[in-house]
């Protein structure tokens, strides 16, 4: 078993959902995340008054899941993020669980 994250703005949930359902991943949670791409909008967010949006409104989805799922998928969002025109793909890691109950 491996944990499966993925990572994505909030305007590719639909997509993701997708690719989740073709690489029968039928089990995952996912939960709203703020997005930074460099430490300056992380320290204008933490002060009393920002003068500018804190992070990108984003996703994170984690799934326990199987390997031969798991290589699946990233096929599958590796064909995505190549047709992207934008410079926000979807990002996948997998980490290796040593013990669960």
């Given amino acids: 078993m491996k ?3 993925v990572t994505s703005v909030s305007e590719f949930q639909k997509e993701i959902l997708t690719l989740f359902k073709k690489a029968n991943i039928e089990v995952f ?10 430490a300056s909008s992380v320290i204008a967010t933490l002060s009393w008054f ?3 949006k804190g ?3 984003s996703l994170m989805f984690f799934s326990f899941t199987e390997p031969e ?3 699946s998928f990233f ?8 047709k992207l025109e934008t410079n926000n793909p979807i ?8 013990r669960h109950i």
């Fill in 75 to 82: 096929e599958l969002v590796k064909e995505f993020n190549n």
């Fill in 91 to 98: 990002r996948v890691v997998v980490v290796d669980i040593e």
């Fill in 29 to 38: 949670s996912r939960t709203e995340i703020d997005g930074f791409k460099n």
């Fill in 3 to 5: 944990l499966l994250i």
């Fill in 69 to 71: 799922k798991i290589d």
């Fill in 50 to 52: 920002p003068g500018e």
């Fill in 55 to 57: 992070g990108n409104e």
